[in-house]
């Protein structure tokens, strides 16, 4: 089963953490075949949010939500159950600065 | 109906009542789904009323009920794979991976329940979910027996399991017994619903307090169950704390309220109304687990409760020794209910005065501010210097805070008399 884990924190926080550390964990589930797909975000200021409303696009400057946490990054695991995606996840760096939200993947069932 | 066939229905009756939450369990481990191991269960019981007073009753019937309820889930599955694409697929898969009842030994069935249970208690489930969650699967509680429990509605607490399985369904909670290296903090999980439960069903209620004092029962038996399940495992020590508490405190149950039901401080209990069973129970249970190096909370608290258990009065305990007790207890969890404890230990130990100043400035950093135990320990202690205004004051505080009515009127019978005491 797929889970999406998106990691939350304070953007100085997460700044501040090691890459080299991030990028181990990644190895580490690549090699164990937990790994889809992750990638770390650029800051919040960095992002544009659009929606449609009356078939028109519109455009705001930053995220959707303003809030202390911001998204910073995300991993798409594969794991057995919840269990196993929550002991992946326990190992993602800023699980200790920030937190980590698991997310179980919804499979789209057209018709 | 003939006489014989009314047999069969009461042994089925009470095989119901007995066995219906393991045959859930297994079925359950064997289905993955609530709702499908739900009407399972239903259609097993259904077949055995029709069946057995026909053929008689199975050698196993335990063992019996798995089976038909097995059969007729795959059963039911494949009549509606004409409506719905992948479920035959489903149903073969069932089929394959699951044995035949033969398989189906009495430790498995055990295990199933303790998976159950671990399920129930899963720490991704909100903590409310979860008691509500193990009254129902684990204990076979209605939903209106729970919200009575809970002085909550029957369409809340349904909710509350209704979100509840739908997580354990769509986030692929595991029904598994947690590994060694999990089991300790997953087994912390489930020993606080245990207590949450059995304390939901101590605190004193008013009128017909019946079925709080099932869901206390419930907890202490679920207890015995994980104690049996888990003994000699690396997790044993806190559960055995843990019954002993809920046992020791269980001792004092029929003297901690009088005939109008009316609220009896622990220093006013007439200790031969005191449950001796309960209290030789729990001591033993203390003693083992203090004797190995891994107790924890639980068995430092059933240590405390153990101490009064065998104390002959209030004056006569040994207050040092708890309010020693107190401190450790503060080290392994620094919670402010448990420095307002040793407050009132402390008060006991070396005088009102020397009270009133550790429960102030517990008051002073601002905890508990809205817990009424906290309100009526300050007014307690001023009481007993003589201070009633002060007195009045934190009684009345309290009384705003208290939900559960024996205390209400407890609150309110002090109040009185510290306004006589002014008025004189």
């Known amino acids: 089963m797929k889970y999406l884990c998106l990691v939350y924190g304070e953007e100085a926080k997460i700044a501040a953490m090691d890459d080299a550390e991030c990028m181990s964990c990644a190895e580490g589930l690549v090699e164990s075949g937990h790994f889809i797909a992750g990638e770390a975000l650029q800051p919040v200021e960095t992002a544009t949010t659009l929606r449609i409303r009356n078939g028109k696009v519109s455009y705001t400057d930053g995220p959707f939500a303003e809030t202390k946490e911001q998204l910073a990054g995300f991993y798409l695991l594969d794991a057995r159950d919840l269990n196993e995606a929550l002991d992946k996840a326990a190992k993602i760096p800023p699980a200790r600065v920030g937190s980590i939200e698991v997310r179980p993947i919804r499979e789209l069932q057209p018709d | 109906m003939t006489k014989a066939t009314g047999q069969v229905h009461q042994q089925i009756e009470a095989l119901y009542r007995s066995e219906s939450r393991r045959v859930f369990a297994t079925l359950l481990r064997l289905l993955g789904d609530f709702q499908l191991a739900d009407e399972a269960l239903q259609d097993a019981f259904t077949a055995a009323l029709k069946q057995w007073p026909l053929d008689g009753v199975p050698a196993n019937p335990r063992a019996w009920l798995v089976s038909t309820g097995r059969f007729k889930a795959i059963d039911g599955l494949r009549r509606q794979s004409r409506f719905v694409q992948g479920i035959d697929e489903f149903a073969d898969q069932l089929e394959v991976d699951t044995p035949d009842f033969v398989a189906y030994a009495d430790e498995d069935i055990e295990d199933d329940r303790l998976r159950l249970i671990f399920t129930c208690c899963h720490p991704a489930l909100a903590e409310e979910s979860r008691v509500a969650l193990t009254l129902r699967e684990v204990c076979g509680l209605t939903t209106e027996e729970i919200a009575s429990a809970f002085l909550s509605r029957p369409t809340t607490i349904a909710q509350r399991i209704v979100r509840a399985k739908a997580k354990i369904r769509d986030a692929n909670i595991p029904y598994q017994i947690p590994s060694a290296a999990e089991l300790p903090e997953r087994m912390s999980a489930v020993l606080q619903v245990l207590y949450l439960m059995y304390n939901e069903g101590y605190s004193a209620s008013s009128g017909a307090n019946v079925t709080r004092a099932d869901v206390s029962t419930e907890a202490i038996r679920l207890a015995e169950l994980l104690l049996d399940l888990n003994r000699d495992s690396n997790a044993d020590t806190e559960i055995a704390g843990l019954l002993a508490l809920m046992l020791l405190q269980e001792s004092r149950r029929a003297a901690r309220s009088d005939a109008q039901g009316e609220l009896v401080l622990m220093a006013d209990q007439d200790r031969r109304l005191w449950n001796r069973d309960y209290i030789d129970k729990g001591v033993v249970l203390v003693r083992r687990a203090l004797k190995d190096g891994r107790f ?51 008060g006991m130990r070396d005088g009102p005065a020397a009270g009133a100043m550790a429960v102030d400035e517990i008051y002073e950093r601002g905890d508990l501010a809205d817990y009424h135990l906290l309100h009526a320990a ?47």
């Open chain 2, 296 to 346: 924890g909370p639980y068995s430092i608290q059933a240590a405390i409760a153990a101490i009064h258990a065998e104390s002959v009065s209030a004056e006569t305990t040994d207050w040092a020794e708890i309010v020693g007790l107190y401190d450790v207890l503060l080290r392994v969890n620094a919670s402010p209910v448990i420095a307002l404890n040793r407050a009132v230990a402390l």
């Open chain 2, 378 to 424: 300050r007014a307690d202690f001023n009481r007993q210097l003589g201070q009633y205004q002060a007195a009045l004051v934190a009684y009345q505080a309290a009384l705003g805070y208290a939900q559960q009515m024996p205390e209400i009127r407890f609150l309110e019978k002090r109040i009185a008399e510290m306004r006589a005491k002014l008025t004189k």
